[in-house]
């Protein structure tokens, strides 16, 4: 069972800027692609980012379009946050999909079985 684990979780001002990273216990287990989701306090959890990872093709929720970039380097996996809002308050969780679908699928429909502890991103006003 590959087990993913969150980091760089903290308080930010408003404006401000956090990167989260994502690492999994084995570096070579299939994957079709990885997301980040997020679940504020009273809420359901939502689609944040994803990226599939033979391609690189990346999807982004309306919200944070523009100021969130979803990256990876080898088998780390990354979200930088920008110009953070107090909204983006919410525990942010990493996943990772064994499923595989046609390349026009939209990333953020996966099935994700594969799933983080969570890291608390707190934005201040």
């Known amino acids: 069972q590959v087990q993913l684990e969150e980091s760089g979780g903290g308080l930010v001002q408003a404006g401000g800027s956090l990167r989260l990273s994502c690492t999994a216990s084995s570096r070579t287990f299939s994957r079709s692609a990885m997301g980040w989701f997020r679940q504020a306090p009273g809420k359901e959890r939502e689609f944040v980012a994803a990226?599939?990872?033979?391609?690189?093709n990346t999807d982004y929720a309306d919200s944070v379009k523009g100021r969130f970039t979803i990256s990876r380097d080898n088998a780390l996996f990354y979200l930088q946050m920008n110009s953070l809002k107090p909204e983006d308050t919410a525990v942010y969780y990493c996943?990772?999909?064994?499923?595989?679908?046609?390349?026009?699928?939209?990333?953020?429909?996966?099935?994700?079985?594969?799933w983080g502890q969570g890291t608390q991103v707190t934005v201040s006003a």
């Open positions: 996943a990772a999909s064994g499923a595989y679908y046609s390349s026009t699928f939209p990333l953020r429909r996966y099935a994700y079985n594969y």
């Open positions: 990226f599939r990872w033979s391609s690189g």
